[in-house]
């Protein structure tokens, strides 16, 4: 869809659609499952785990830092990441309504 067509959606519509375009990306759910996964935040070891290389790591990264879902702070020369939890919530509230709010009675046999 063209950029010039996303006013005719309402703000959650082209947020919750952004949000699933960038958790869309297999890479993009194994850095965050990874991270999620972790006791501290993220600073070097992606691309061993991940098996991609660093710009291609940097540029999911990016994706993910869009929506929100990742924060960062500098130690030393690195720059670490961890999930935003509150952000992590709320499109957790966000996409458990669009899937609740569907019409169970639709179209069943």
């Given at each position: 869809?063209?950029?010039?067509?996303?006013?005719?959606f309402t703000?959650?519509?082209?947020?919750?659609?952004q949000?699933?375009?960038?958790?869309a990306?297999?890479?993009?759910?194994?850095?965050?499952?990874?991270?999620?996964?972790?006791?501290n935040c993220?600073?070097?070891?992606?691309v061993d785990?991940?098996?991609?290389?660093?710009?291609?790591i940097?540029?999911?990264?990016?994706?993910i830092?869009k929506?929100?879902?990742l924060?960062g702070?500098?130690?030393?020369?690195?720059?670490?990441?961890?999930?935003d939890?509150?952000?992590w919530?709320?499109?957790?509230?966000?996409?458990?309504?669009?899937?609740?709010n569907?019409?169970?009675?639709?179209?069943?046999?």
């Open positions: 869809m063209g950029v010039s067509k996303t006013h005719i703000t959650a519509q082209n947020e919750l659609a949000a699933a375009k960038v958790l990306h297999p890479a993009r759910i194994a850095i965050l499952q990874y991270i999620s996964q972790q006791e993220i600073c070097n070891d992606l785990v991940i098996g991609l290389s660093q710009p291609t940097s540029q999911h990264l990016n994706e830092k929506i929100g879902l924060q702070t500098y130690e030393g020369k690195n720059l670490c990441y961890c999930i939890p509150k952000r919530k709320e499109l957790h509230l966000s996409f458990d309504a669009f899937f609740s569907i019409n169970q009675n639709c179209c069943q046999i």
